[in-house]
């Protein structure tokens, strides 16, 4: 696998912001600790940005992880991933354990904080709530893609949402 022309290592590390699923983090330390440890690591980490972003969802700098909910927790990672300026940012189920109310303003977190330039690759079930973002989309089943296309191009021809392609795709066998 190649990312911008070159192969997975020390070099991509800086052109990519991942988010996991399952959190990484130390439990034990306090959001400061990981915003110091994040600075330290990845040289284009922002943490100003950081803090804005820290403040806007009201969560607090001085807490520890192990004191927060998951989907606080969640959002904590959503914050240092975006705070980073990087080509390809890749978020898998960045909605999956927060809320229904607070999906709209991740998603709009989300938009609002990655580098224009970049590329956002997003994994989810949720496509409802993703849709009105998506320019292209791939549907993977057992790791074989199974439907890849620009996403008006698909709503023209199927002359329904994404999330219905979806559910048609893998919901009525």
Known sequence: MLIDGKKIGVETKK???FLPERSYLNPQ???KEVFDFFADFY?????E???KLLKDLDLDINM???KMSKGMKEKVQLVLVMSRKVKLYILDEPLGGVDPASRDYILDTILANF???ATLLISTHLIS???KILDEVIFIDNGEVVLQGNADELRNKENVSIDEIFRRKFYVR
Request: proline share 0%.
């Open 129 to 131: 709530d993703i849709e």
């Open 49 to 51: 940005k950081a803090e």
């Open 15 to 17: 052109m990519v912001s």
């Open 43 to 47: 040289e284009d980490f922002d943490r």
């Open 64 to 66: 520890k992880l192990s």
């Open 115 to 117: 580098n224009e330039n």
């Open 29 to 31: 330390q306090k959001v």
